[in-house]
């Protein structure tokens, strides 16, 4: 079963410390995108890509966040330094787009939830 | 700019019943793409159901139907006879064909079946 695969799993830090998650997208998707899910905000896109290029990172604090994709089988998103309000679940999805609008399923990932103390 | 609105945050029903979550959409194209997804207690997003723009026919499968009305930007989802592994958290997708594969999610509807 092909598969959107996300490490780790589960992440507990300290305020301050570096956080990387990574996400292997499955083979052949070109359209990689990363959500953020709280009870508060639900689900808010973080940032997307389309053949690893950066399409929108504007719901990233761009003061801390950064995502990126160095090839194509791998995207990364990486906080630096984290905070306590930086915890959620976060999901990364990967589909096929022809770039005019996702027109088929998003795959999703299993989450990684990021605990900040 | 698009948006998705699901006004029900929770909804709770007794098994069997029949139950419709609501999902309101707002957008400027011609062309776009919506969809439902299911999140049950395990936390995995699950893809229900894709629909384009341009078709306006509901569709059923199974205990699950969807009426898509364009007049008033609307995709609710029914459950028919619900039954307790139905209870999740729906979300309502959005993807415009200008935002270039942006998919946006609406708040959730927070679905409760008890037995």
């Known amino acids: 079963d092909a598969r959107v695969t996300q490490t780790p799993r589960d992440k507990v830090t300290e305020m301050g410390q570096e956080v990387t998650m990574r996400c292997q997208p499955i083979?052949?998707?070109?359209?990689v995108f990363w959500y953020r899910q709280t009870m508060m905000q639900g689900l808010e896109l973080l940032a997307y890509?389309?053949?690893?290029?950066?399409?929108?990172d504007s719901g990233m604090p761009k003061d801390r966040f950064s995502a990126e994709m160095p090839d194509a089988t791998l995207a990364t998103l990486k906080i630096q330094p984290s905070e306590p309000r930086d915890s959620a679940v976060y999901f990364c999805?990967?589909?096929?787009?022809?770039?005019?609008?996702?027109?088929?399923?998003?795959?999703f990932g299993e989450g990684s939830r990021l605990t900040v103390l | 700019a698009q948006k998705v609105t699901q006004a029900q945050t929770e909804i709770s029903v007794v098994e069997k019943e029949d139950v419709t979550l609501d999902c309101v959409y707002e957008?400027?194209?011609?062309?776009?793409?919506l969809f439902w997804y299911k999140q049950p207690p395990s936390g995995e997003l699950v893809f229900l159901i894709r629909?384009?723009?341009?078709?306006?026919q509901n569709e059923i499968s199974g205990r699950y139907s969807w009426n898509f009305q364009k007049s008033t930007s609307s995709f609710n989802f029914t459950i028919t006879a619900s039954q307790v592994v139905d209870s999740a958290v729906y979300f309502c997708?959005?993807?415009?064909?200008?935002?270039?594969?942006?998919?946006?999610f609406g708040p959730g509807t927070s679905l409760s079946v008890i037995p």
């Open positions: 997708a959005l993807s415009e064909k200008t935002s270039y594969d942006k998919v946006i």
């Open positions: 629909r384009n723009s341009f078709d306006e």
């Open positions: 083979l052949g998707h070109n359209t």
């Open positions: 957008t400027r194209d011609t062309t776009y793409y």
């Open positions: 999805a990967s589909a096929i787009s022809p770039g005019t609008g996702v027109t088929g399923e998003l795959f």
């Open positions: 890509f389309r053949n690893r290029a950066p399409l929108d």
